[in-house]
């Protein structure tokens, strides 16, 4: 079993900046995909960001040139640092993770943590 726990969540006026941390159990050990997602009241959820277990990125288009995923040199840590917010980034925002390389369906990722909540006010 795989534990996430996020964290960094909070309320920021639009155009500011926030940096999201997710704790990965046993992360040295295991190969690892991460990925953050988010999800607003009412809408789906929806794919963020993710990182490859050999470091490569991707970014959902309306994040990209915002938000950079990235994970410390132990693998303990994912982040998630958010800048230019905007009040559509309002989300609980969650970290997941999947062994091998990531999955390009959300349904796929296997480990997923409890949420934080990230508000955006304008």
């Known amino acids: 079993q795989v534990q996430l726990a996020e964290s960094g969540g909070g309320s920021v006026q639009a155009g500011g900046s926030l940096r999201l941390s997710c704790a990965v159990s046993?992360?040295?050990?295991?190969?690892?995909?991460m990925g953050w997602f988010r999800q607003a009241p009412g809408k789906q959820r929806e794919e963020v960001a993710a990182?490859?277990?050999?470091?490569?990125?991707r970014y959902a288009d309306s994040v990209k040139g915002r938000f950079t995923i990235s994970r410390d040199g132990g693998n303990n840590t994912l982040y998630l640092q958010m800048s230019s917010l905007k009040a559509e980034d309002t989300a609980t925002y969650y970290c997941?993770?999947?062994?091998?390389?990531?999955?390009?369906?959300?349904?796929?990722?296997?480990?997923w943590g409890q949420g934080t909540q990230v508000t955006v006010s304008s």
């Open positions: 997941a993770a999947d062994p091998g390389s990531c999955p390009r369906k959300l349904s796929s990722w296997n480990y």
């Open positions: 046993k992360y040295r050990d295991i190969s690892l995909c």
């Open positions: 990182i490859e277990t050999y470091g490569s990125t």
